[in-house]
């Protein structure tokens, strides 16, 4: 897909936005800044390129093969939930504790168990159980008034100590990682191979681009709820579509038996070299994108061209909301020839600039490659282990089923995603 294959009326917003004197402004409304405070999700103009200057960078590659190897360890541990041949019901619940677990080694660089720690007082497991709790409580958080958390209901009161606990935890473990940054400095920022290391470095007086102790929790917990639930949400879909597809995961299983020489010492060359696999993911999130629209405010008058129905300029006056319908431009029969299909091949050699789903323009998704290298990473070796299949009711086709799943499709949590779809693994000989 080039940007000549993008819907007109979207590669004009995508060209206004990059090139304007006055970029798209995001809504503070639409994002998480009322929950704990500004960062590079809610920021906007001077101080979001401040935010920018600093986060963006923390993502190396030294990050990105961290996360190679920490996802083959987390895949070791997790793979000891299937047995030799199985119906999974509980799929989506399971990748998103994967990908909770790997922002939390990652992210924070805390050795997260596959297993939580039960009633354990340790601080790490004490801070995993309220994570769990927060995680799947967000919406709640953003939408319910302050007043309603001192009801004297238990559910509610366990919500809101979860979520104490998470902020209190993190302010100690930033405390830990500062003392650590501080007495390690002289190795080089390098040396710091978590993302929360890498911006702890920025709150020092002496970097070139700064941010204040506040700012680095709201960025990192925005990065963290906006992963994990994004980066399940595409992990689900593409293992339920491969299952659907068999051709296709036959495609996707020949490159990683080709491309990776030994599975167990897999590292980010491979990654690279799977190609197909990481149509699969981009092919699963255009079909069921995580997120699924994109409020931007117009700060200025702007005009935009429309080339259908018919060709026309498009005033969209200053202080317009504009909401970019990300659903229906991934599903544009125009743009996708046969977009209820799922067919990888359609994002051979694509630019990165031309995958929608990641957000356009300069507000590109900034964890983008994180995302993709954990999701390849994780379906290479799943792949190599499993056949997965897509359980089929009895009499059903393809197409009934695929219907069936795309109807299930909903928000959960922050992320538009697929629910609890059956599917049967088998392992390979």
């Known amino acids: 897909m080039s940007m000549e294959r993008q819907s007109p009326f979207q590669r004009s917003l995508y060209i206004n936005n990059m090139l304007a004197s006055h970029c798209l402004v995001n809504p503070v409304d639409f994002t998480t800044e009322s929950v704990w405070g500004t960062s590079i999700v809610s920021a906007n103009g001077e101080d979001w390129k401040r935010h920018r200057r600093v986060v ?8 990105f093969s961290r996360v190679v190897e920490e996802s083959t360890s987390l895949y ?5 939930e299937f047995g030799s041949d199985q119906v999974v019901t509980n799929l989506r619940s399971l990748l998103h504790r994967f990908t909770l677990v790997m922002i939390c080694r990652c992210g924070f660089g805390m050795p997260v168990s596959w297993k939580q720690g039960g009633t ?10 309220a994570l769990s709790v927060a995680s799947s409580t967000l919406v709640h958080r953003l939408i319910f008034p302050k007043w309603v958390w001192s009801l004297p209901i238990k559910s509610l009161r366990h919500i809101d100590q979860s979520w104490k606990t998470v902020l209190t935890l ?6 830990s990682k500062q003392a ?14 978590d993302l929360l290391t890498k911006l702890i470095s920025a709150t020092e007086e002496d970097s070139k681009y700064t941010l204040t102790p506040s700012e680095v929790t709201g960025n990192m917990l925005s990065l963290l709820f906006a992963g994990n639930e994004t980066t399940a949400s595409a992990l689900m879909s593409t293992l339920v579509f491969l299952g659907l597809y068999p051709e296709e995961q036959e495609k996707a299983y020949q490159e990683i038996l080709r491309e990776v020489k030994s599975i167990a010492d897999m590292d980010l060359r491979d990654v690279a070299n799977l190609k197909y696999v990481l149509a699969c993911m981009h092919e699963a999130q255009r079909l069921v994108p995580a997120t699924i629209n994109l409020p931007r405010d117009v700060p200025e008058d702007m005009i935009t061209r429309s080339d259908r129905p018919v060709q026309k300029d498009i005033l969209i006056k200053a202080g317009s909301r504009i909401i970019i319908d990300t659903m229906a431009v991934c599903h544009n029969p125009h743009d996708f020839p046969n977009p209820q299909t799922f067919n990888p091949s359609r994002w051979h050699d694509v630019p990165d600039h031309d995958i929608i789903m990641f957000g356009s323009a300069p507000r590109m998704c900034v964890g983008r490659r994180f995302a993709q290298t954990e ?19 009895d009499g059903e086709t393809r197409e009934e089923c695929f219907e069936q799943i795309m109807a299930g499709a909903s928000l959960y949590g922050t992320a538009f995603g ?3 779809v059956p599917v049967r693994i088998r392992a390979r000989s």
């Not at 963006?56 to 990050?63: H, V």
């Open 170 to 175: 993190f302010d100690s473990i930033a405390a």
């Open 120 to 129: 354990s007082q340790d601080e790490i497991d004490i801070f995993d159980r």
């Open 418 to 420: 697929l629910g609890e």
């Open 375 to 393: 999701v390849v990473c994780f379906l290479a070796h799943f792949l190599w282990d499993w056949e997965v299949e897509t359980v089929l009711l």
């Open 180 to 193: 650590q940054y501080s007495s390690e400095k002289e190795l080089g920022e390098e040396h710091a191979k």
């Open 76 to 80: 070791s541990s997790m793979k000891d």
């Open 56 to 63: 963006a960078p923390a993502f190396t590659t030294k990050m």
